[in-house]
């Protein structure tokens, strides 16, 4: 018999995506499926953006710059200069999607057997990545109870050893919401530094910041060397599907290995970057309708949720999720149970459960993400089914 | 200082774009450079499928799913059985070019340490790849005198260890333009099944034999469990920079888990598998004007290189690149030096050393790889200029 490796054993499936058949099968009944378990926004990809591509004039669909675009690098620059971030287009690479960034930045900085420090509850992928680099994860714990803020800085030292290399950190972050504040940024800066670590941060959902203000690592001086910052096009300007991020980076060594591995596959995908350069020239107030979009559905979430008796969930200053803690036995359990078993009003919720989002074993377990990518209508008709639910759950534990 | 990973190190930079500064160099002097360096055709890409894409009704751009959207796997069966390749749509996940195919067959059947048998010249990339996977590279030589056909059996069973996992086969070739006969197809059968490797086949040419029929890795029967087929979209509709390929095989275990790899990066771009969708839909004699045309280009590069004194090149059998020993001392030196130091009739040729197409030091050392993606005038003029370059290179050795 032939086999596939250990490496492809040990890689993890997607915790949001095992429900699907789950969901499926309830609207094949008919019941309608309220998604609050995948961050795909339902917000209108800009016309201007799509328009760009429609109207490109292209003869020849050709490779581009493996980096991409120069044109497009160019533009990032002025991007990101607009958000405080004062990069070159020497700086930036373009790829295919925020997950290749990642993947560029863990092959180029990280050898089999290096650790790396990511405060949990964290975006699941990044235990893909981390096994396609053969990286070990050394999860550091943040609670719900603060709202998921960056652990003390005693928490992080008790895990660095010889073969720690990196922290990384989602800011806004994913799967909690959880804005990072100015000295919590500084914190991690004075680890990267006193320790020799690079920080890897994914900064997806930078727009998104509804209490506070966002910081990018690329801002924090002297931590230059150390930064790389991933970022992506797809939730920002809902164009999930174009696939297009990037890898951004001050250190010179870094990106020209991270080069290598661009050319390797040789070029990002040429329409989305057409969309991508198109959405630098969006107005300065495109984000302000998105952005109060998602605060009102978070605001109305957050309200709904702290309203069912039980229920727990801090109030997120970013991104478009939140976790909630339940009155349940097992999330994983649960949020099968309420596609297979439930329905009010002829719909149901689709959750994420928790314990994916995990790297400890039994943490999570009466938590769920919920990602407020849904009209405020449909936000409440899930809320109505989910506090319904909750009264009824056989494992319910109040 | 905060250090690059070792990995990050050993990859190799493209042995094909090494040379661009110096190809940039003679554009600004105003000399014409005549590019037969890189895979990138110059023809059209069938305005149908451009078409599909500027007409897609999406007002969002969505995450597809992470196999690809179903109704385009649906449709590539269809385009498969149209070439003899019986395979359904869960044997099939689209994939981010050609290359992301070749990385998840990589990491899902191979570990860090394993050995890959390659027949060199081969694909440069492929060394990327196996750095990305920890895999290390053992060629197998093929030989210039006769073609670069597939070394004999005796030539792969030396090669094998405990640790060979499987063969890497490019049909027809890239570099070597060489299209593997049946009975080769069955020798490497016979190997994979006899020593339980897996066969990694990358068919991004199919449809680009001129002297004979291409077979399948996919059509190899009794070694359905062994075969993962590489495919793409670029250069068969001319659709490089789209980056859509497909990983194919019957392996449902190979299946599952280079599903894994697909889930954590979330989906291939949308707007090139409508693209790759509607190129189904082309007429059956769209390859054949193609293939005309390519043929043609063949057949003149190759006469006058056969023509040029001291010059060889084998006849190829498809795809769109040629290997040709040239009377010279060093191929990284002589390309440079053409696009550097000379000029005939305002232009200059930018071919790829074969260096970098081989694994064993010091092979290929007076070769160069020619992709003739030019009409057939401007291959005519970069023989004029190479036939006068060879004249007077310094480092001619005839």
Known sequence: MIKISQRGSSMPSSPIRKLVPFAEAAKKKGTTVYHLNIGQPDIVTPEACMDAVRHADMKVLEY??????????????????KNGIEVSSSDIIVTTGGSEAILFGFMACLDAGDEVIIPE???ANYNGFAVQAGVTVVPVKSHIE?????????AFEQLITPKTKAIVICNPNNPTGYLYSESEMELLKSIVIKHNLFLFSDEAYREFCYSGKHISALQLKGAEDNVLMMDTISKRYSACGGRIGALVSKNKAVMETAMKFAQARLSPPSFAQILGEAAVDLPNDYFDATKAEY???????????????GVFCPNPGGAFYAIARLPIDDCDTFCQWILESFEYNGGTVMMAPATGFYSTPGLGKNEVRLAYVLNEDSINKAMDCLAEALKVYPGKTN
Chains 1, 2 share one sequence.
């Not at 581009?64 to 200069?81: C, D, I, P, Q, V």
């Not at 603060?146 to 005693?154: D, R, V």
């Not at 605060?295 to 008796?309: F, H």
Request: aromatic share 14%; no cysteine.
């Open 295 to 309: 605060q009102r559905r978070r605001d109305v979430l957050i309200e709904r949720l702290n309203n069912i008796s």
């Open 64 to 81: 581009s710059h493996s980096a991409g675009n120069e044109s497009y690098r160019k533009k990032l620059t002025s991007y990101y200069a």
């Open 146 to 154: 603060n709202g998921f803020a960056l652990p003390p800085i005693e």
């Open 121 to 123: 509850p964290f975006y």
